[in-house]
């Protein structure tokens, strides 16, 4: 549907109205199962992981070896009962920063492995590593009231291009929640960025 024709209509990025988008596809929805919150990390739980995780990845983490560059910023938050997640926060430039994101076994916090996120319909799978980064570059955060994990990835400062990812947990995996992109820098805020889909926005 070209833009003129959805001038007026509810799904209009500018001069909105009341008129349904008849001729717009509706959004692939995927039903996901409700987040159960769980306890938070003690702290001394929180530090332990943090640190085993801050040595096990040294190699990763060359914020804390390069010369210049500012120790990783590492956080965790319990998953599960057995699982936490760790995301490690390192080689920021400017506006965006490289992470690198592990499930890690509470019991067995060595055996951490890079967290793979499932991809968006009709899109790649998403991978944590040097080849497909892409999702991890940026600003990546987690919110433990809502089991969801972000990726913003900024094109420039202001903020008004790039794309979001989201992804929330169910208790046993990630799965996906919500993804939008903007490509031309003009201004436009992140909230009204064209949506490429949406999970059930009942569940």
Not at 1 to 18: E, F, W
Not at 29 to 36: K, M, R, T
Not at 93 to 98: G, H, I, K, L, P
């Amino acid at each position: 549907m070209s833009s003129s024709a959805r001038l007026g209509t509810r799904s209009a990025l500018i001069r909105p109205g009341d008129g349904a988008s008849l001729t717009a596809p509706a959004p692939p929805l995927l039903a996901l199962q409700p987040f159960a919150p769980v306890p938070a990390l003690a702290d001394g739980e929180a530090k332990r992981l943090v640190e085993t995780v801050r040595q096990a990845a040294a190699d990763d983490l060359k914020g804390d070896t390069d010369t210049g560059e500012p120790a990783a910023e590492l956080q965790a938050w319990a998953l599960n009962a057995s699982t936490a997640l760790v995301i490690a926060r390192y080689g920021c430039a400017a506006y965006n920063c490289d992470h690198l994101v592990y499930l890690v076994p509470r019991a067995a916090p060595q055996q951490l492995q890079a967290l793979d996120l499932p991809p968006f319909p009709a899109a790649e799978p998403i991978t944590n590593t040097d080849e497909q980064s892409a999702w991890s570059w940026g600003a990546v955060s987690y919110d433990p009231a809502t089991g969801e994990l972000e990726a913003f990835s900024k094109a420039r400062g202001l903020g008004d291009c790039g794309s979001i990812g989201r992804w929330r947990f169910d208790g046993e995996r990630f799965q996906p929640l919500f993804s939008a992109s903007m490509g031309e820098c003009v201004g436009c805020p992140s909230t009204l960025w064209p949506v490429s889909y949406r999970a059930d926005p009942g569940l």
